[in-house]
């Protein structure tokens, strides 16, 4: 059984930081993605990352959000530094080569 379970989301104020894990179980990771969903937003992309550590970012993120990948842990980070209230969302971790996604972990930055 697939199974892919974000972690690592709360209440932040702005200018804070989180990292979000998902851990993949009943699958081994080729490239994994981390998206997101605003409420009244559609779904987006925040970044990919391969197993050789080949990444793509969002390019309005990529000078706050890092994309990392434990290949032996099975396990996809996303560091998210100076944390802004439009970063506020549901965040989804995707394996990109089989299309599953996790059910997603709250972030939300508010003061």
């Known amino acids: 059984q697939v199974q892919l379970v974000e972690s690592g989301g709360g209440l932040v104020q702005p200018g804070e930081s989180l990292r979000l894990s998902c851990v993949a179980s009943?699958?081994?990771?080729?490239?994994m993605g981390w998206y997101r969903q605003a409420p009244g937003k559609q779904r987006e992309l925040v970044a990919t990352i391969t197993r050789f550590r080949s990444r793509n970012y969002a390019d309005s993120l990529k000078d706050r959000f890092t994309i990392s990948i434990d290949n032996a842990k099975n396990t996809v980070y996303l560091e998210m530094n100076s944390l802004k209230p439009e970063d506020t969302a549901v965040y989804y971790c995707?394996?990109?080569?089989?299309?599953?996604w996790g059910r997603g972990t709250q972030v939300t930055v508010s003061s």
């Open positions: 995707h394996a990109e080569s089989t299309d599953y």
């Open positions: 009943g699958i081994r990771i080729y490239t």
